[in-house]
């Protein structure tokens, strides 16, 4: 009998998962998992030639010489095709093998975990054969690519087509991609529908302006929501203890308390400054309670800088160091060819990665906090004032990805708070950063004023801020925020602030550093901070967008003047000798030890429109002075394992970095 094209594919694949093979290693779990690779293609009905060029041989060589704790293998991208002979949905034509069939059997001899990158919200193929699942944009015409979440698309093929390739391949779980990120409004009757029965409004609004946007948005998330939750449960049905994401959630993009049930959180940093995202995401991330995770691109490509280049080594280890710095697992995203062949040079950069990666798993994997200063993440502003149902916010970010930069550049230790966090942890933090946010919202007023009031230390920035803490402080306020071009000062110049400012009426006194209208500061000044006392602690107030312009440009005077600013609130735990402002400090605990992370970021671009130098120049000797209550047992440098001379005096100890090329850790045993 003559077997069709499906049906001969399928028979293979079942022969490829049914060899007999010596008992399988036990394969960890996402939360125990480390380092890992991730591999998609997204088929298209153009592939001739998918899984052509795989072969075990090919397969057991990256998995001996990487030594990934998990592989995610592509199995359907964001044109809807499916990888792998299907019997639920829509099969790439040009499948010559079963590529997930091949990496499930030599994964599980390894007992490396196999997880499938699928696309969800995100089907052209899905919508095009069934236009009735298509989101209906604003101006009623039904998108190609994204599906509805108010359709039968999820019901009716997404999770029969995922339950149907976790069963079939035995699959330790599922990174679902193309989700919140692809997520825009949605118009058509059945959103309507609801809408009206939510709201008694029975036009949908188009824009901010009209009435019931933020409501329509928010029901929007609330859909989401569900769709996120009936997918991850109808898979925990179909295979216990099968674990499932959902592409950054619960990170920035989807700043709310983690309340779905999702088994790990993961991010895919493609950006081309991705180190500055990472750094951003990974502090997100690192707040939630759950194993998470973030993914390099192994390669730079974006509309800025449209010719693609693969990474070196040195700039996939600066953006893992900023990972493993939080606590997390790290991973590579590379792209095989059609074929599904992996060259040999991405196995080389890959196992350098890796060996890097495992030199710092000891100290770094779930690794908790040493809390210094605290940046808060306002969700609510974003979600009220950004105008879109989730991240990625743009330019919106920039008052918390400015924050960041600055109090790091300033020698800090940084963690982010998020809104729905901060009552419950404020006090852990010495000092407090509220950046120049839109809307934080008027609950989030007392918590912070008990915070300070309790003995804590915060910088407030932004007009709207100012005037929302008007009364609390005392703050006499002249005029409506407006936007303004400013210029502040050191010795060595003026550099302009630009942005929405309010006036403070303070007496000298009160002024800790100003800013004047022109570059004569002779006249014209106004308070850029200005201190005030309430409780047994301290706020210093700036009515200006100083976090957001420092994302914009953050310039050398710029961090002078925060340093300025910051230091008389509190000093960091640790100086180091000379100006670093390319050295990241993150003060964690671990094993009862204090572990001070110090990365070299040298030579990453800080924009898009650069690529990396490809060279991280050796930064050292560094003098360091660590703020200590007592004298150190022992102060080790990991991951080398030597120890570091020194002395103790004056509640300080004090020694030298002989050099710092990438990552080290000073390890200090008490």
């Not at 054969?129 to 190609?144: F, I």
């Not at 300070?452 to 925020?481: D, H, M, W, Y």
């Amino acid at each position: 009998m003559k077997l069709s094209r499906r049906e001969f594919l399928a028979a293979t694949s079942a022969l490829l998962l049914s060899r007999p093979a010596a008992a399988s290693p036990a394969r960890l779990q996402r939360k125990d998992c480390f380092f890992g690779l991730h591999f998609d293609l997204h088929p298209t009905e153009k592939d001739t030639v998918l899984g052509r060029d795989l072969t075990e041989d090919m397969v057991n060589h990256l998995l001996q010489a990487v030594r990934p704790d998990f592989i995610q293998y592509d199995s359907k991208g964001h044109p809807g095709y499916l990888g792998f002979p299907s019997k639920t949905g829509m099969s790439a034509p040009g499948i010559v093998q079963d590529s997930l069939a091949l990496w499930r059997r030599v994964t599980a001899a390894h007992g490396v975990a196999l997880y499938n990158h699928f696309s969800g919200v995100l089907d052209g193929l899905a919508v095009g054969k069934h236009p009735e699942w298509a989101r209906v944009g604003p101006d009623g015409k039904r998108d190609t690519q994204e599906t509805s979440l108010f359709s039968a698309y999820e019901q009716d093929l997404m999770i029969p087509e995922l339950t149907e390739a976790a069963l079939n391949y035995d699959l330790d779980g599922s990174w679902v991609d193309g989700d919140c990120w692809a997520v825009k409004p949605d118009y058509c009757n059945a959103a309507q529908q609801r809408f009206l029965a939510l709201t008694g409004i029975d036009v949908l609004p188009r824009k901010p302006e009209d009435k019931g946007w933020n409501e329509f948005l928010e029901m929007q998330r609330a859909q989401f929501r569900q769709y996120v939750t009936r997918y991850a449960q109808a898979l925990h049905r179909a295979k216990p203890g099968y674990q499932i994401t959902s592409n950054w959630m619960y990170s920035t993009f989807i700043p709310e308390r983690p309340t779905l049930p999702l088994d790990y959180l993961s991010g895919d940093v493609a950006d081309l400054a991705a180190l500055r995202q990472a750094r951003l995401q990974a502090r997100y991330l690192s707040r939630c309670g759950k194993p998470w995770d973030l993914m390099s691109w192994g390669f730079e490509h974006g509309s800025q800088l449209p010719v693609q280049s693969a990474k070196p080594a040195v700039e996939l280890e600066q953006e893992a160091a900023v990972v493993l710095a939080q606590g997390g697992a790290y991973q590579i995203y590379y792209v095989p060819t059609r074929a599904g062949w992996i060259d040999d040079r991405v196995v080389k950069t890959a196992a350098e990665v890796g060996k890097f990666c495992r030199q710092r798993q000891q100290w770094s994997h779930r690794s908790e906090s040493l809390p210094e200063a605290g940046v808060l993440y306002s969700g609510h502003s974003l979600y009220r004032t950004a105008n879109h149902v989730f991240g990625g916010w743009g330019k919106a970010e920039n008052p918390a990805a400015g924050a960041v930069d600055l109090l790091l550049a300033s020698g800090y230790s940084v963690d982010l708070v998020p809104d729905w966090q901060a009552a419950e942890c404020a006090a852990q933090y010495p000092l407090l950063v509220v950046p120049d946010w839109q809307e934080i919202g008027a609950e989030m007023v007392q918590p912070l004023a008990d915070y300070v009031a309790g003995g804590g230390k915060l910088l407030l920035c932004g007009a709207e801020n100012a005037r929302l803490f008007s009364s609390v402080f005392a703050l006499e306020l002249t005029g409506q925020p407006e936007e303004h071009t400013y210029f502040i000062a050191d010795e060595s110049g003026f550099a302009q602030l630009t942005g929405r400012w309010t006036q403070i009426a303070a007496a000298t006194s009160e002024t800790v550093a100003n800013v004047w209208r022109s570059t004569d500061t002779r006249t014209d000044s106004l308070p850029l901070a200005v201190r005030v006392h309430h409780g047994k602690g301290a706020a210093i107030v700036c009515p200006g967008p100083l976090m957001s312009a420092y994302a914009n440009a953050g310039t050398p005077i710029l961090r002078s003047v925060a340093r300025g600013i910051l230091e008389p609130l509190h000093a960091p735990m640790v100086s180091l000798d000379g100006d670093h402002p390319a050295v990241e400090i993150v003060l964690r605990r671990k094993s009862g030890q204090t572990l001070i992370h110090l990365i070299n970021t040298e030579g990453a671009p800080d924009t898009g429109e650069f690529r990396h130098s490809g060279m991280v120049p050796p930064t050292g000797p560094i003098r360091l002075r660590i703020r200590l209550a007592a004298a150190p047992a022992q102060v080790v440098l990991e991951p080398q394992g030597t120890p570091l001379s020194g002395e103790y005096k004056a509640g300080a100890w004090q020694g030298v970095l002989p050099n710092l090329h990438i990552h080290s850790i000073v390890r200090i045993a008490e």
